[in-house]
Structure formats: structure tokens, C-alpha cells
């Protein structure tokens, strides 16, 4: 019987090792996985490359994984903003290395290894230092950049529900990477607020089929900065 769902996040995490590329999800403060970064702290891998939208908020999630020194490079579209001071200092410092991605292109590039694509031509960054090094082909008149896709060891997700094959479904913006990351991944972790019985989710609604996910957890829906769910009055 195929049943996905994990009781321990330790156990879920404790096949990671040191030197992976690590696909994290969120956007802002909406579908972080907060659970599974504390949990890959505590299980202690280093040398890793995380590729996540931003680089971190205060000192929290993301930004308390860099805190550890764990992160060897960062790969995003958004390293800086009012409150990315852990990787700010960091960056200046030395200590991690960065590779800045459109955000477009990004979402695109881990999309492309999900679907088994070699590389593929886009038209954003042409003629800017994003694209120092790249091939480049004019087609049909307009100049494009080669991208190669974003391949992940693990994905770190986080959906709404979710069933013991590892099908999810997601709650709005909280759905942002969280596809194209679990299809990118050799191994993907998802954390939900609910586990439904099988046959529950309406296969039409299914974002992330269970294919694509190896353990599912179930955790405590908690208020997060600036959105989410709304404190009671």
C-alpha cells in the first residue's frame, strides 16, 4: 500500500546530505516551508545550494538556515530587501555565493527539468549582465538567452491538503514555486495543514500529483508575518 505520510520531519529529512541543491519554496512571507527549514537545521547538512525566490526575511525560515553557514550559494530572483540583513552580511562578507535569476526564468528553468527539457531560449536579461557568458541566438527577429534548468536533490514545499499518495493541493499565493520545484526534485518533501482520505481531492484540483512527492507531514497552521491566516479579534 503506497502511504506517504511521514509523523517524523528528521526521518523525512535525513537523507539529505551535504553539497545539495536544496529547492525551497515561498514567496515572501506566502508558502514557506518553515517546518522542514527548521528540520533541515537541526539535521545538519552544509555546502548546500538553495535556490528559493529571496534570499530570507529577519531571522527567520531561510534566513536562519543561512544564519548557520550551511548555505554554500544561494540561487534566486530577489536577494535583497528591507529585512535580507543575515544575507546581506553574509554577501559582503564573503561567505555565500550568489547567482541572481529572473524570476520568470527561474520558475522556468526548474519547470523545464520537471518536463525533461534540455534548455531553452528566453528572451529576458538579453544585453544585460545577467547574461555575461550565455550563448545567444537571434530568432525571428528578436535576441534570446540559452538557459539550461535548475535541477534539485530535494524540494522543500509547503501545500494545504494532501492525501497518502502525496497528491496536494495548495492555498493561494502559498502555491507559488511549490509545483515546478516538486516536479524539478529527486526527492520532495511537502508539509499540509490537512490530510483527506484517499479520493477525497477532486482530481481535477490536484496541482501536485503524487508522482512528484515522496512525504508528506502534516503541521499546525500558524499566523505568518504580513499574511496568511488573520488572527481572531
Known amino acids: 500500500m503506497i502511504n506517504k505520510i511521514s509523523d517524523s520531519v528528521a526521518e523525512s529529512l535525513s537523507k539529505i546530505q551535504d553539497g545539495s541543491t536544496v529547492l525551497i519554496g515561498g514567496f515572501g512571507t506566502a508558502g514557506i516551508p518553515s517546518v522542514l527549514i527548521d528540520g ?63 524570476q520568470g526564468n527561474l520558475a522556468e528553468r526548474m519547470r523545464a527539468a520537471g518536463a525533461g527539457i534540455g534548455a531553452f531560449f528566453c528572451p529576458t536579461a538579453y544585453g544585460t549582465e545577467l547574461a555575461a557568458g550565455k550563448e545567444t541566438r537571434e530568432i525571428n527577429g ?15 514545499i509547503k501545500a494545504e491538503q494532501g492525501d497518502r499518495w502525496g497528491n496536494l493541493t495548495y492555498r493561494k499565493s502559498a502555491r507559488n514555486f511549490g509545483p515546478v520545484m516538486a516536479a524539478a526534485a529527486k526527492y520532495t518533501v511537502a508539509t499540509v495543514h490537512e490530510i483527506v482520505e484517499l479520493g477525497t481531492l477532486d482530481p481535477e484540483a490536484v496541482v501536485t500529483p503524487g508522482i512528484y512527492v515522496n512525504q508528506v507531514i502534516k503541521i499546525d497552521r500558524v499566523a505568518t508575518q504580513a499574511v496568511g491566516i488573520k488572527q481572531a479579534a
Open 40 to 102: 533541515l537545521i537541526a539535521q545538519g547538512a552544509r555546502g548546500l545550494t538553495v535556490v528559493n525566490n529571496n534570499a530570507g526575511n529577519g531571522d527567520t525560515g531561510l534566513a536562519a538556515l543561512l544564519k548557520t553557514g550551511a548555505v554554500r550559494k544561494i540561487i534566486c530572483s530577489f536577494p535583497r530587501q528591507v529585512d535580507s540583513y543575515v544575507f546581506d552580511e553574509l554577501y559582503r562578507s564573503g561567505k555565500i555565493e550568489l547567482e541572481v535569476v529572473p
Open 142 to 156: 528578436r535576441h534570446y538567452v540559452l538557459e539550461y534548468p535548475i535541477y534539485g536533490d530535494v524540494a522543500l
